[in-house]
């Protein structure tokens, strides 16, 4: 398993139950396969992605091209400014 890399989801088929992560290797123009079953479960969401949501995972290799698993979501700590000690 390769090393965990962050981007953005490009398209998620709530439908269908997968969707497309846009691919954060440099000239590789192929989107990563994304399974709603390899989502984490969230209150209000289920296992879903949010188009243009920031991801992390790891990248399996597959012979239908890279697909993504265990995907998690970086946690984004707010930038305070002026606060003083």
Request: glycine share 10%; net charge negative.
């Amino acid at each position: 398993m390769s090393n965990r890399v962050q981007s953005t989801v490009r398209v998620y088929f709530d439908q269908l139950g997968y969707g497309f992560i846009t691919n954060p290797s440099a000239g590789d123009d192929r989107d990563i396969y994304a399974c709603g079953n390899d989502v984490p479960h969230r209150a209000g969401l289920g296992k879903r992605l949010v188009n243009l949501e920031a991801v992390e995972f790891e990248i399996e290799e597959r012979a239908r091209g890279p697909k993504a698993v265990n995907i998690t979501f970086p946690v984004i700590v707010p930038q305070t400014q002026g606060l003083e000690s």
